[in-house]
């Protein structure tokens, strides 16, 4: 059973930025899919960004239309942690974000990630 532990959020101004870690316990996060989810005060939990498929040091990404040149993520396999690099913070990009493992290459869809983290907030002003 995977067990994953956000941590790297707090409140920043516009502009600024953020990197978010998530430690993987329990499974390999260079051999599943690890995906980063947000959701915002009442909204829906949205897809921000996945990556999969790591051989060597290279992997596949894949980031929502909203964050991208923005957001980006990586994978450390040593580390067995996943980070999500936050630039530019809008105060829309407000949220709870999640990090989440699944066993579909790259997936967009909250139904194919089995593991999910606490959550960590993220808070820009304005």
């Known amino acids: 059973q995977a067990q994953l532990v956000e941590s790297g959020g707090g409140l920043v101004q516009a502009g600024g930025s953020l990197r978010l870690s998530c430690v993987v316990s329990?499974?390999?996060?260079?051999?599943?899919?690890m995906g980063w989810f947000r959701q915002a005060p009442g909204k829906e939990r949205e897809f921000v960004a996945a990556?999969?498929?790591?051989?060597?040091?290279?992997?596949?990404?894949k980031h929502a239309d909203s964050v991208k040149g923005r957001f980006r993520i990586s994978l450390d396999n040593a580390k067995n942690t996943v980070y999500l690099q936050m630039n530019s913070l809008k105060p829309e990009d407000t949220a709870v974000y999640y990090c989440?493992?699944?066993?579909?290459?790259?997936?967009?869809?909250?139904?194919?990630?089995?593991?999910w983290g606490q959550g960590t907030q993220v808070t820009v002003s304005s």
């Open positions: 989440a493992t699944g066993r579909v290459p790259n997936s967009d869809k909250q139904a194919e990630y089995d593991y």
């Open positions: 329990g499974r390999t996060s260079s051999t599943y899919s």
């Open positions: 990556c999969s498929g790591m051989v060597g040091n290279t992997y596949y990404t």
